[in-house]
């Protein structure tokens, strides 16, 4: 059974960072793509940034470009989210998500973690 479990995630005054962890199981890590999305009150959920499989190539949502960070560890089979220079507008429940096949980059069809409230105060 795949898992996703996000950690991480709190209360940071605007400009401070946080680092997001996602930790999967139940399957060979290094051969699916994983990805951060996140939903802001009141909004739908949006895509953040995507690390492909064996991580050979990153891609960002223009409105975190240049500060936030996607990485993964094969060994621990954990993705994170390195997030500074945080903003309000960054506030949101994020969540960590993997295509249910391998090779691939969509999440049209995806494993979804249960999410982790970020909260950036002004």
């Known amino acids: 059974q795949v898992q996703l479990v996000e950690s991480g995630g709190g209360l940071v005054q605007a400009g401070g960072s946080l680092r997001l962890s996602c930790a999967a199981s139940?399957?060979?890590?290094?051969?699916?793509?994983m990805g951060w999305f996140r939903q802001p009150p009141g909004k739908e959920r949006e895509f953040v940034a995507t690390?492909?499989?064996?991580?050979?190539?990153?891609f960002y949502a223009d409105s975190v470009k240049g500060r936030f960070t996607i990485s993964g560890d094969n060994a621990k089979r954990t993705v994170y989210l390195q997030m500074n220079s945080l903003k309000p507008e960054d506030t949101a429940v994020y969540y960590c998500a993997s295509p249910r096949a391998p090779f691939r980059s969509s999440y049209e069809s995806a494993y979804w973690g249960q999410g982790t409230q970020v909260t950036v105060s002004s």
């Open positions: 690390i492909s499989w064996g991580g050979g190539g990153t």
């Open positions: 139940g399957r060979t890590f290094s051969n699916y793509a």
